[in-house]
């Protein structure tokens, strides 16, 4: 049977419930997780490998992702990086790998959180929720809520960073980090601040996930992320937005 075949819709009911598609080729695990999900009110599709994943994330347009690393017929490090070039929906990686360089190069690839197996379905739900709530507060601001850093343009209502006029895509986090440090240029955020502001939570969460996130808004909005002009590192404090954007560059 063909991968998209196996692909199972479990439908909750509800009118405006969030739909999740969860990619995971173990079937207690995919059982647990769907059950806990529908019994929290989301809407659940599953996959059992990145091309059934890639499939149902085109079709379904899901709210949110949650994908395990260790898929039979593409590494979930390589699905998440082909969502990413699509789409900004936010992904959780979920992963028995617990070396902190996997879960680092998740994020550098644009998840937006990470739970390392074996795990409380709980909690999941409880980052789930964590996640959805940071991309729906994004784009429920009031409409004049408009953000300005130099030619850096913040419309939190429409959820659309511009620089000069030229929209950058951004993941639902790295544009709540963007406008956390825009609502007050200049300031100096430490990596906890920056964390709790983005996640509302800590769990294990670690503050390096902080410098991917950066990593990856320097290449989305700085002219060269080798010498950033915009985001900046305090060493031994955290990191600022500019206020005067343009002025001397930074070597990371």
Do not use: C
């Not at 347009?61 to 949650?66: A, F, N, R, S």
């Not at 028995?96 to 990470?114: F, V």
């Not at 964590?130 to 809520?145: F, I, Q």
């Not at 769990?203 to 950066?214: P, V, W, Y």
């Amino acid at each position: 049977m063909e991968s998209e075949q196996v692909l199972k819709g479990i439908i909750g009911s509800g009118i405006s419930m969030k739909t999740i598609l969860v990619v995971d080729d173990e079937p207690k695990i995919t059982d647990l997780v769907r059950d806990y999900l529908v019994r929290s009110g989301f809407t659940v599709w599953t996959a059992p490998d990145g091309r059934a994943a890639l499939a149902a994330a085109r079709e379904k347009k899901p709210d949110l992702i949650l994908i395990d690393l260790g898929l039979p017929d593409m590494d979930g490090l390589d699905v998440t990086r082909s969502i990413r070039r699509e789409s900004g929906v936010p992904v959780i990686v979920l992963t028995a790998r617990d070396e902190e360089t996997d879960k680092i190069l998740g994020l550098e690839l644009g998840a937006d959180d990470y739970v390392t197996k074996p795990f409380s379905p709980k909690e999941l739900v409880a980052r789930v929720r964590a996640v959805l709530r940071r991309s729906e507060a994004s784009k429920e601001s009031a409409p004049a809520d408009v953000l300005r850093a130099g030619d850096l343009l913040i419309d939190l209502a429409r959820h659309r960073v511009l620089i000069n006029d030229r929209e950058v895509e951004l993941t639902a986090t790295e544009f709540e980090l963007l406008a956390t440090m825009a609502r007050q240029p200049g300031r100096v955020f430490t990596r906890a601040q920056l964390l709790d502001a983005i996640h509302g939570i800590s769990f294990e969460t670690f503050e390096r996930a902080i410098d991917s996130h950066i990593k990856n808004l320097r290449h989305k909005i700085e002219s060269d992320p080798r010498q950033p002009q915009r985001l900046l590192m305090i060493y031994g404090v955290g990191y600022k937005l500019s206020d005067t954007p343009g002025g001397e560059a930074q070597t990371p």
